[in-house]
């Protein structure tokens, strides 16, 4: 069934290249976007339907040109962004939560600016934003990823707000604990010991292909029906720092 095309951002590896696939297969036209081109030609020759568009969310020319390759789109899942650092707020870095907030923040806000007309073209248009736990939630040493997360929370429900009576659903997916190949490693900058450690013992933390599965759900209901929250977190995960470990690593 065809369903339109689908914009995911950040689609060059872990949830944004799962919900890529996913949403191919569910019948999207998928516009992959991301930094890296390398990967997204992979992703794009791994299976049909997805089209590899190089992308960085921090850069107004090029989401400009983004917009300007598409007609009318169907979904925009604004994916693009990360943690970086694990300092509290007293030791933290600026230049991190500057990088958080440009891609997790305004990124989200430039590319949905762009996008909004090409949403608002076809029969009905869909934002989804990948939030996270984070975003309603505060852990210490997390300040400058819990702080962007929630700010992307709350742009996420003021968009809804503005959007009421027009056809633009607006959802946020907010997932807890998800093994993929780079969130924590870039989280603990390129420490792959740390990175592990965030999983270690845990059974089965979420994958990237669950998460990309509630966004299908999500954009798979009927045009009238709004899933406005989604939180999702492994059954081992009660809640950032509460998690069920069968080893201590
Ligand atoms: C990732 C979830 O718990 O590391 O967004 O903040 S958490």
Redesign the pocket.
């Known amino acids: 069934m065809a369903r339109g095309t689908a914009v995911v951002t950040g689609a060059s590896s872990g949830i944004g290249a799962a919900t890529a696939r996913r949403l191919a297969a569910e019948g999207f036209d998928v516009v992959a976007a991301a930094r890296r081109r390398d990967r997204l030609d992979e992703l794009a020759a791994s299976m049909p339907g997805i089209r590899a568009v190089t992308l960085d969310v921090t850069h107004p020319a090029s989401i400009a040109a983004l917009a300007a390759d598409l007609d009318d789109i169907a979904v925009l899942v604004n994916n693009a962004g990360g ?1 970086i650092g694990t300092e509290s707020v007293a030791d933290a870095r600026p230049d991190d939560w500057r990088a958080m907030w440009e891609s997790n923040v305004l990124g989200v806000v430039q590319v949905t600016q762009a996008l909004l007309p090409a949403l608002e073209r076809g029969a009905g248009g869909h934002i989804v934003v990948t939030g ?3 975003g309603h939630l505060v ?1 210490e040493g ?1 300040g400058g ?2 702080s962007a ?1 929630h700010a992307v929370a709350a742009v996420v429900e003021t968009l809804r707000l503005e959007l009421n009576g027009r056809p633009v659903r607006v959802t946020e997916v907010a ?4 093994a993929t190949e780079e ?1 924590s490693l870039v989280r603990y900058r390129g420490d792959r010991a740390a990175a592990d450690k965030v999983y270690a013992g845990v059974e089965a933390p979420l994958t990237a292909d669950d998460i990309a599965d509630c966004i299908a759900f999500a954009v798979t209901r009927p045009a009238h029906v709004n899933v406005d929250l989604l939180v999702v977190k492994p059954l081992a995960q009660a809640a ?1 720092h509460k998690v069920h470990r069968t080893t201590t690593a």
């Open positions: 943690a996270s736990i984070a852990y997390g990823y819990t997360k997932p807890g604990m998800v969130f950032p």
